[in-house]
């Protein structure tokens, strides 16, 4: 081969690479960027290991959406005027630090009333419908087994999703009533008893300039049995039944 040639294979394989991560660069900035799950704060919807999608564009953008928050700019672009859902799973930056990322579900538009009484949710004043599916032992971070109850939720808007409860008197089972600011909104894990969300000081109300995107579907999940490097465990640590799921 000559000089000529090499030079002309190895300039083609450079642009080639630098084409794919231009490419990768604008599809993870404006169209889907992943995301993994490292908390059980959205089970049983979301577990531990779970890697998913978000949708950017559904939203519409803010500085948040674009890598390093460059170039800052105030409020959102390109999105439609009530773009937010509730019952959507939704990724957003943590307001009280502006830069860590957490995924919760949107209970409460702009104007709403929250409150959780006893362990049931209101919204608007009105006790939010949920019923039984099943009770189960689930073990917590540490390691320790629990009895879990499952419930089938149902918001105003039809949405159903599942939550789990420990009980109806842990610590956020008794709220005050929130009101939900103008362009703010209301997340809640759907492991009620397990989560830091908007009943909290630390998450509180989420502006709307801070979501990033909807959740949209999984595209991968491990249960953590097997190292990077344990080529011979990959089969049976790969969660299979849970590949390309949607998430709602």
Do not use: C
């Not at 394989?13 to 704060?41: N, Q």
């Not at 809640?188 to 989560?195: E, K």
Request: no cysteine; aromatic share 14%.
């Amino acid at each position: 081969m000559t000089e000529e040639k090499q030079g002309g294979t190895f300039g083609e394989t450079v642009r080639t690479v630098v084409y794919a991560v231009l490419i990768a660069i604008v599809l993870r900035t404006f169209a889907y960027e992943p995301f993994s799950i490292p908390s059980g704060s959205m089970l049983p919807t979301l577990k531990i290991g779970d890697y998913l999608f978000v949708s950017k564009f559904s939203y519409g953008y803010s500085h948040f959406s674009l890598p390093w928050g460059w170039p800052p700019f105030k409020g959102r672009v390109l999105g439609s005027d009530q773009p937010v859902q509730r019952g959507d799973v939704a990724v957003f930056i943590l307001p009280s630090d502006g830069k860590t990322d957490y995924i919760k579900r949107i209970i409460g538009l702009p104007g709403d009333t929250i409150q959780v009484k006893e362990g049931r949710l209101y919204i608007n004043g009105k006790i939010v419908d949920r019923q039984l599916v099943k009770q189960d032992i689930h073990s917590d971070a540490g390691g320790f087994p629990q009895t879990v109850t499952e419930y089938q939720e149902t918001l105003p808007n039809g949405v159903k999703h599942m939550i789990w409860e420990r009980d109806d008197r842990s610590m956020l089972d008794n709220t005050p009533v929130f009101t939900v600011p103008p362009d703010h909104y209301f997340a809640m894990g759907d492991n009620r008893d397990n989560s830091a969300d908007s009943r909290t000081p630390q998450v509180g109300y989420v502006p709307k300039e801070n979501l990033i995107g909807r959740a949209e579907f999984l595209f991968f999940s491990v249960d953590g049995s097997a190292h990077f490097w344990e080529i011979w465990k990959w089969p049976t640590a790969i969660r299979w039944d849970r590949l390309f799921h949607g998430i709602g």
